[in-house]
């Protein structure tokens, strides 16, 4: 059952105050295509202050109007923040007093850690397709209920539990460019794993905040944090269990990401030998299903992508096609391919090859247009190919310049 939205709300309350479309319009000083839009859900948000309008012309709270507007979010529509973060905010932040934290406890008994796993394995299969509004609806409730039931259960795999959804959401927050949340999910995370005794969960946590600093432009620290835990659980290669060895990779192209970053492309080519070398131990070793689809996505086709990924960053667009022809299909995680995909949309526009740049994003425009609107690298690319056309744009092109949100 899905939470109704905002214009749900709306549309019900409108109802019940037996108005019409045109009359709630006219009453709130609005225009009729502004409600139209909200009660179909074409339009997933609106600004606090459009709400407390309505709600002023319904007589309603304006918190009755609120609903879920995760579509709203994953669509970026200009409006969308704060409101469509409202809800995970709400949880990864909750209002604090004198009295300490402020929280709404349900009545309900909190889940079972079997029944909070099943919902988190939905909630990651949603992120790594590419299915941000599932994702980010299923979130919040998850994280309150899976913190409940560490705070009840105080077991081990109950804290694990709870670390892997709080590092769950810092992914998708930083891929939706949230990044004080991300912040708070990843200190979640850790919080958590260190209260499950599990050092492989807090360096998957590492590993994420290592991501979010280097989004964040915070190259130095971004490497520090990796590569310090990367020494801390070097595992012995040939004794190691699977996902030591997969969090131990993905720290070390976090790593090499922030070094190829800093303009120090050779400590970047020592860190993605040593990941190759992880590799190839868990060629034939699958990292247990307790773990998210990330750490199972570490594979030496993730590496060859990090050696693709440094090519773009130093500037070499033929190193970095020629990289990509050996990156085999389907061997990582659908998020890291896709991030691949657009290095090489990258090259083919800085070698002027238009059409080829313009048909890898339009494959990647089908096969996840919610994540495609969340990159502002793809932004970039459509406005350099926009840039050096002699030509009208094509309908292709259009069609990719409304999608991530670029005018000219």
Do not use: C
Not at 236 to 252: H, I, K, S, T
Not at 313 to 322: A, N
Not at 329 to 357: E, F, I, K, P
């Amino acid at each position: 059952m899905t939470n109704p939205t905002t214009g749900d709300n709306l549309a019900r309350l409108r109802r019940a105050a037996k108005l019409t479309q045109e009359q709630l319009a006219e009453r709130a000083a609005l225009s009729v295509e502004t409600v139209r839009k909200l009660e179909q859900n074409k339009r997933g948000s609106a600004r606090l202050e459009t709400l407390h309008t309505f709600a002023r012309a319904l007589g309603v709270p304006t918190t009755a109007l609120l609903g879920d507007t995760s579509e709203a979010a994953a669509r970026r529509e200009p409006d969308h923040l704060p409101l469509s973060l409202a809800e995970i905010r709400r949880t990864l932040t909750p209002a604090r007093s004198l009295a300490g934290v402020a929280r709404v406890e349900p009545d309900t008994p909190p889940p079972t850690v079997d029944a909070a796993r099943a919902r988190l394995r939905r909630a990651d299969a949603a992120y790594h397709r590419g299915d941000y509004a599932a994702a980010l609806s299923a979130l919040p409730g998850l994280l309150d209920d899976t913190r409940r039931t560490a705070e009840a259960e105080g077991t081990a795999s109950a804290h694990a539990t709870l670390a892997r959804v709080s590092y769950l959401t810092a992914e998708l927050l930083i891929q939706m460019r949230a990044g004080d949340l991300a912040y708070a999910a990843v200190a979640s995370a850790l919080d958590a794993a260190s209260a499950a005794g599990d050092p492989v969960l807090g360096a998957s946590a590492v590993k994420g905040s290592s991501w979010l600093l280097l989004r964040q432009g915070r190259l130095v620290e971004a490497e520090q944090v990796a590569i310090s835990t990367a020494d801390q659980i070097e595992p012995r290669m040939r004794r190691a269990d699977p996902a030591e060895l997969a969090v131990w990779g993905w720290l070390l192209l976090a790593g090499a990401a922030a070094a190829a970053r800093d303009n120090r492309p050779d400590d970047a080519t020592a860190l993605l030998d040593s990941a190759t070398a992880a590799a190839a131990q868990l060629a034939d070793r699958p990292v247990a299903g307790g773990h998210l689809a990330v750490l199972g996505g570490f594979r030496a086709a993730r590496v060859d992508m990090m050696r693709v990924e440094a090519a773009a960053v130093s500037g070499d667009p033929g190193r970095v096609l020629q990289l990509a022809e050996r990156v085999p299909v389907g061997q990582t995680t659908a998020t890291s391919w896709r991030r691949h995909r657009l290095d090489v949309a990258w090259a083919h526009t800085n070698r002027r090859q238009y059409a080829d740049a313009t048909a890898v994003l339009t494959e990647l425009s089908h096969q996840a247009p919610a994540w495609l609107r969340h990159q502002r690298y793809a932004r970039d690319i459509v406005q350099t190919i926009d840039g050096g056309r002699r030509r009208a744009m094509t309908d292709d092109l259009a069609a990719l310049a409304d999608l991530v949100g670029y005018t000219h």
